[in-house]
């Protein structure tokens, strides 16, 4: 972007020293001062992250005032929230779905583990428990996208509150209500998942599958399970 600003800089460079050697010094004044003119009837610049960016537009800016011009840019904001949302969104909602199935393979295991134990010889104990302490991990692991997806969830929930405010403070009505629409929406769709996470959180706790028994023996024996099985801090 930068390089593209310099190489713009230098053509408009490069056509005001033509001005200036092709006329009388008062000409080339004027015509310098239609110089901005000449640009803006084919480019627009949006300030995007602090830096600008020249972006092609077909209607003149002539037809357009400064309202007008802030009314699109804030339309252009809510989009790009609305955007940033519906990803975050779908990506928090799978991440849910995908601990709620990993806390429910763990409770399933630790039953049959509990419901078994007297049957199985010390091999097959050890090599169930093996499977559990992994699906104990998978359940660590998955709970710890949820908070990171959370995390970036929250911030998309902000930037469209701000957007959609934004939106209408310029004018632009039909984005700001389709922005506090994608809200309503993600919000809803979320808290859904959300209350099926909690019941499958309140299985685990009953269930004692992330405390149980067999696994303060193991931590007391000092028995060789990988750190990446040992209780999360």
């Known amino acids: 972007m930068a390089a593209y600003r310099r190489k713009l800089f230098a053509a408009g460079l490069s056509y005001a020293v033509s001005l200036l050697s092709s006329g009388g010094s008062c000409q080339a004044a004027r015509r310098l001062v239609l110089l901005p003119g000449v640009f803006r009837r084919h480019w627009r610049t949006l300030s995007v992250t602090g830096a600008l960016c020249a972006v092609p537009f077909l209607q003149k800016p002539e037809n ?10 804030s339309s252009l904001v809510t989009d790009s929230a ?8 779908l990506a928090l909602i799978d991440s849910f779905t ?30 169930i428990w093996k499977v559990i302490l992994g699906q104990r991990q998978e359940v660590i692991d998955r709970r710890k996208d949820c908070k990171h997806f959370e995390s970036c969830w ?14 209408f403070n310029a004018g ?6 389709a ?3 994608s809200l309503q929406v993600a919000q809803s769709q979320v808290e859904q998942v959300r209350q099926l996470m909690l019941e499958a959180e ?5 269930s004692k599958a992330e405390d ?12 060789d399970i990988p750190d990446a099985y040992l209780r999360e801090d």
């Open 154 to 167: 929250m911030t998309a929930i902000n930037l469209s509150q701000q957007a959609a405010e934004a939106a």
């Open 212 to 223: 149980s028994e067999r696994l303060q023996v193991a931590l007391s024996e000092d028995e």
């Open 82 to 89: 609305n955007t940033f949302l519906s990803q975050t969104t």
């Open 172 to 177: 632009a009505d039909q984005a700001s209500v």
């Open 179 to 181: 922005a506090q629409s």
């Open 202 to 206: 309140i299985q685990l706790k009953d």
């Open 98 to 127: 995908g601990y709620i199935k990993a806390v429910n393979v763990l409770v399933a295991l630790h039953k049959r583990y509990e419901a078994s134990i007297s049957k199985l010889t010390p091999e097959e104990e050890n090599a």
């Open 64 to 73: 357009l005032s400064h309202e007008d011009l802030v009314r699109r840019a």
